[in-house]
């Protein structure tokens, strides 16, 4: 993590981290649980959190949500950050 070490959770990092190499990918919560090695519980309210501030996307199809990058300037600060 670099100059972020000891300000960001280790399973938040792990999971952002994830969407910010593929920014253009689709991922289901159990994906994103299983590529970043957070369990499914946290990744949830990981992705909570990150959807209430604008850092996730949701796209519903049907009952299945899927999860993706925000396209946004707080997105890309952060991308430059990490």
């Not at 969407?19 to 949830?44: I, M, R």
């Not at 990150?50 to 949500?65: D, E, F």
């Amino acid at each position: 993590m670099g100059i972020l070490d000891g300000l960001l959770d280790e399973k938040l990092y792990r999971v952002i981290s994830l969407f910010l190499k593929s920014p253009g990918q689709l991922y289901h919560l159990n994906k994103v649980s299983e590529d970043s090695g957070v369990p499914l519980a946290t990744t949830f309210r990981i992705m909570k959190t990150l959807h209430s501030n604008g850092y996730i996307s949701i796209t519903k199809i049907s009952k299945l949500k899927l999860y993706s990058l925000a396209e946004n300037s707080a997105t890309k600060q952060l991308r430059r950050l990490l």
